[in-house]
């Protein structure tokens, strides 16, 4: 293989592996049973906690 046969190869499956990565990522996140678990996450900054103390 010569070098630019490399580049063509790396550039190309590279890309579709990128592509399919952000694809599993994205619905991995947005999942319809994950919903409650994002939520959750989403208020708990807003929720008063006893135990912490006051800045």
Known sequence: MTHDAVLVFSKTWGAIYLL?????????????SRRGLYDEAAQSP???DEDRPCR
């Open 20 to 32: 399919v990565v952000f694809v599993a990522a994205v619905l991995w996140t947005y999942w319809p």
């Open 46 to 48: 807003l929720q008063k």
